[in-house]
């Protein structure tokens, strides 16, 4: 029977860790391609529209190459005050954006597991995101919440519960925590370690 390691992916965090500042108004941040169908940004409006039936004392920010359809669909559910797109940034400016925000939302139909997912807990920012792929490897309950795929209400009241019970999350934690899991030496010295085996074992 042969042996299956699993090695994550990383997360450069000179760019990405915890910066502490104060956040004004909660904010939503969303970091994708913005593809329509893996990425189900179009999930995320409806979500948000259904939260705001509860509450409106937050914010959402949608980063990525946005289009007229999303432009569209925020505009006809009277959503612009809420939602705000960034458009395509540079990946240091993700960061920023990362920093300034209260949680990541993802509420992909399917993933692996998702460079953006440890980007933001090397922010320190709990991750609300489907259960697909190998997401549920990173996030856990000190970290986020975890919902079911193509589910709105259900992320609505993900956002909504995280936004209730924020303080259970040490968000300094949580950015140690996924720092050390997530960093270049942590995964480098996994490869090494894995090669290092492999070669040994084939030697003569």
């Known amino acids: ?11 450069n965090t000179a760019f990405f860790y915890f910066q502490g500042k104060p956040i004004p108004k909660f904010r939503f941040i969303h970091v994708s391609t913005l593809v329509s169908h893996q990425k189900n940004v179009e999930g995320i409006l409806d979500a948000v529209l259904l939260l705001t039936r509860q509450r409106q004392d937050f914010e959402m920010v ?14 006809n559910m009277r959503l612009s005050q809420i939602i705000r797109f960034t458009g395509e940034i540079s990946y240091p400016d993700v960061a920023l954006e990362m920093q300034q925000a209260s949680a990541l939302v993802l509420f992909s139909r399917y993933e692996n597991l998702p460079c953006v997912v440890l980007e933001a807990l ?7 995101s489907t259960d697909t792929g190998g997401i549920k490897e990173a996030v856990n309950e000190t970290n986020g919440m ?10 609505a009241g993900a956002m909504n519960a995280v936004m209730i019970d924020y ?4 968000r300094e934690k949580i950015s140690l925590a996924a720092t050390e899991r997530f960093r270049y030496d942590t995964i480098g010295r996994k ?13 003569p």
């Not at 949608?62 to 505009?75: A, E, H, M, S, W």
């Not at 090397?122 to 609300?128: F, K, Q, S």
């Not at 490869?191 to 030697?203: I, N, R």
Request: with cysteine; hydrophobic share 35%.
């Open 62 to 75: 949608i980063v990525g190459p946005v289009n007229d359809v999303l432009k569209k669909k925020v505009g």
């Open 1 to 11: 029977m042969k042996t299956v390691r699993i090695i994550p992916n990383t997360v």
């Open 167 to 170: 303080e259970k999350y040490d």
């Open 146 to 155: 975890l919902v079911q795929s193509e589910n709105e209400k259900q992320l």
């Open 122 to 128: 090397c922010c320190g920012l709990p991750v609300i």
């Open 191 to 203: 490869f090494y370690e894995l090669y290092d085996e492999v070669l040994k074992a084939k030697s």
